[in-house]
């Protein structure tokens, strides 16, 4: 049960379907919300992109709690804001940085964001290694991740091992379930080492190597933290994801265990990585895991509305104006297609969330240019109003606006600049 209970419809209007638990949620009340983010950004004009401060941070404490003791390695692509990244790196149970590119990495150590920084992917980055091999305080703050030998060889084509420092790299095995006997796959398409043999042969490969040191191993279960369970309208669905995720966590646990122990037979392992927003407290759980990590969780976006576990308070909200009423029962406002990564589908569109009872057009969604919305919440726009949307996913919100604005209480506070403010797009 959540600890601060909601009425249905103020649930619904921030886009959680009605009936549904909010652990840890900061109580919501959708219409004090809309008029606290609307006094706070009438000096602006939309599109514009803000982040409560206030659930910003009760999430950062939320996911310390769940995380029991261990520490969160924080996954920059879900926030894309060195401001943020850093105020969530200074509050208690956050530790270390999970990049998602090389070039990524590199520039936030060099910013003193961080000093570990681990990058979540294989890089083939030659300009980012060869900054990584030829600056030994870079070297010894970022760890590359691995999965083939061939990543070692490209590594060393860029700079052979006697002419750089030792290089700090992690494995990356595969946390997919493959039941019966391997002829089914459930989670996405990672690592090609599943087993602990190959995490041990992998690992051997890299302890005779020169050049290179192996020090973490990391294992994300993608079907377990990246999928919701409880779809709204879908009962039999979530019953079936639930299902899916008890016997893929269950094979993980002895799977990764055994890989770990495989992979120390050959390194001094510093960190054991698992996990993400949707599965912190289980992935917590493994004795094999010392650290997890999240990101996505900070923010709130609308994918994590479909896990029943828990639920981040919604942080990150962007505001467009209403433009046009071409009909009665109708408001269109500029822009608002900011659509999510994955598959294409209606859970990757913006979801309008303030004023409560909107919805998009099914003819035309979510537009590059405008967005028609449709419910009993149009007849109350006016031309110029604002209405707030939430995105689907976390930091892809950042890679649409230059900066992100804080809503401190009634009022916003500093302008913090997104990746994209500060000249950046590494991916």
Known sequence: MSTHPQPARRRECLGIAPGTASVHHVATDSANLRARLDRATAHLDPPYAVVDLRAFDANAAALAERARGKPIRLASKSVRCRTLISRALAAPGWAGVLAFTLAEALWLVRCGVTDDAVVAYPSTDRAALAELAGDPTLAAAVTLMIDDPAQLDLVDAVRAPGHRPELRVCLDLDASWRPLGGRLHLGVRRSP??????????????????????????????????????????????????????????????????????????????????????????????????????GSGLYGPTLFDTYRAWRPTPAAFFACAVARRPAPGYATVLGGGWIASGPAERSRLPRPVLPADLRLVGAEGAGEVQTPLTGRATDTLQIGDRVWFRHAKAGELAEHVNELHLVEAETVGTAAATYRGEGWAFL
């Open 193 to 294: 080492v599943h087993d602990p043999r190959a995490a041990g042969a992998l690992a051997a490969t890299v302890a005779a190597r020169s050049g290179f040191r192996l020090v973490g191993l990391m294992a994300y279960e993608a079907q377990i933290a990246g999928m919701g369970d409880a779809p709204p309208g879908r009962a039999l669905l979530g019953a079936a994801i639930r299902l899916v995720q008890r016997g893929s966590y269950r094979e993980l646990l002895a799977r990764r265990s055994a890989a770990v122990a495989a992979v120390r037979e050959h390194a001094e392992l510093e960190f054991v990585n698992g996990g993400g927003t949707g599965s912190l407290a289980a992935t917590s759980a493994d004795p094999a895991v010392t650290e997890v990590a999240a």
